[in-house]
């Protein structure tokens, strides 16, 4: 079996009897009526990729007329085709979308600093607190994990995001 022939069959299998089967009735005639049969068999090995399974669909499929075969495989390339175009499409989409947003408006460009700004007063108050407890005999003071994630956003909007940033820039 060509390693062609393997794709093909592998992707009759992925596209499902379901898709199979629309794409022959939208064709009518003799078209339908092998994609029903294609359709069955993959129905029948149900997603399965092994050897005997692709085997058993090539069988069928090589017992059918190729040039019918033939289009129903473009017919479901350009299915697929259209579906990853269509993906692509709202992907960028959403990306436009997401970039104008950023870019628009003051109340977007303050919500970062004041997430900040909040983060910073929380951390302090953290600290104070905890260690105020400890000078009074209760508890260990404060954690400086806890102490560091409260202040996370703080120490990433000054640009403390990775510590091998600053190698980084002295290499270059």
């Given at each position: 079996m060509s390693l062609l022939a393997t794709a093909g069959i592998s992707a009759l299998i992925?596209?499902?009897?379901s898709l199979i089967r629309i794409l022959g009735e939208s064709k009518g005639g003799t078209t339908e009526q092998v994609a029903h049969t294609i359709a069955d068999v993959v129905e029948t090995v149900n997603g399965d990729t092994s050897p005997s399974s692709v085997a058993k669909v090539k069988a069928t499929v090589d017992s059918l007329p190729p040039e019918?075969?033939?289009?129903?495989e473009l017919g479901l390339a350009q299915i697929e085709a259209e579906r990853e175009k269509a993906r692509?499409?709202?992907?960028?989409?959403?990306?436009s979308q997401q970039q104008?947003?950023?870019?628009?408006?003051?109340?977007?460009?303050?919500?970062?600093?004041?997430?900040?700004?909040?983060?910073?007063?929380?951390?302090?108050?953290?600290?104070?607190?905890?260690?105020?407890?400890?000078?009074?005999?209760?508890?260990?003071?404060?954690?400086w994990e806890i102490a560091l994630l409260i202040a996370s956003p703080v120490l990433a909007w000054?640009?403390?995001?990775?510590?091998?940033?600053?190698?980084?820039?002295?290499?270059?």
């Amino acid at each position: 079996m060509s390693l062609l022939a393997t794709a093909g069959i592998s992707a009759l299998i992925k596209y499902g009897p379901s898709l199979i089967r629309i794409l022959g009735e939208s064709k009518g005639g003799t078209t339908e009526q092998v994609a029903h049969t294609i359709a069955d068999v993959v129905e029948t090995v149900n997603g399965d990729t092994s050897p005997s399974s692709v085997a058993k669909v090539k069988a069928t499929v090589d017992s059918l007329p190729p040039e019918v075969v033939g289009e129903i495989e473009l017919g479901l390339a350009q299915i697929e085709a259209e579906r990853e175009k269509a993906r692509l499409a709202h992907d960028l989409g959403m990306h436009s979308q997401q970039q104008e947003t950023l870019r628009s408006g003051k109340e977007i460009k303050t919500f970062r600093p004041e997430i900040a700004r909040r983060h910073s007063w929380f951390t302090v108050a953290y600290i104070f607190v905890m260690e105020l407890l400890n000078a009074f005999d209760h508890g260990n003071g404060a954690n400086w994990e806890i102490a560091l994630l409260i202040a996370s956003p703080v120490l990433a909007w000054f640009g403390f995001r990775t510590w091998d940033k600053f190698s980084k820039q002295g290499a270059s």
